[in-house]
């Protein structure tokens, strides 16, 4: 699994977003200068996040962006999915390689792997909520189960 630069900055966002809730809305153009990422990633990414209802948009002087959610109520699944849309890209669906090998009604072997691996991946990331990520690294290795270094 290849994470994109759209899921990194994705949790980047809403991990800032999770710092400041209860603290009224961060405008875009600040939240973008604090994180060093490039503004126009930052502005489709609360366009993405909008749209799938993890943020809500303030208008205004003292507007800006804030989580639509408590941060325990985000995952890390929910976010990579409203930035990238998937989690796991299963060639099977989107990039067959042959049209005929790749018929879901034909019999392949290699499907059901794709299959558990997207599955496990989406149990991982659907475990592990912005409140989890705003502890310190190895904290959030023991709340990963993750042995620190692995």
């Given amino acids: 699994m290849r994470v994109t630069t ?32 490039p503004h126009d990633y930052v502005e489709q990414i609360l366009l993405r996040m909008r749209r799938a209802g993890l943020v809500e948009s303030v208008r205004g002087a003292r507007g800006g962006y ?27 669906d989107l990039h067959r390689v042959d049209d005929e090998r790749c018929d879901p ?10 299959r558990l691996l997207q599955r496990r991946i989406d149990e991982v990331l ?14 959030v290795y023991q709340i990963a189960g993750v042995a620190a270094g692995n």
Avoid at 70 to 92: G, L, M, Q, Y
Avoid at 105 to 114: E, Q, T
Avoid at 126 to 139: R, T
């Fill in 105 to 114: 009604a034909n019999a392949c072997s290699i499907r059901p792997v794709w």
């Fill in 66 to 92: 804030l989580l639509a959610r408590e941060p325990r109520a985000v995952s890390v699944k929910d976010v990579i999915e409203a930035s990238e849309h998937v989690t796991f890209e299963v060639n099977c």
């Fill in 6 to 37: 759209w899921a990194e900055y994705g949790l980047i966002v809403s991990i800032h977003l999770a710092r400041h809730a209860g603290k009224g809305p961060v405008a875009a153009r600040e939240l973008s200068e604090q994180e060093r990422l």
């Fill in 126 to 139: 659907a475990g592990v909520s912005l409140a989890d990520l705003l502890h310190a690294e190895p904290e």
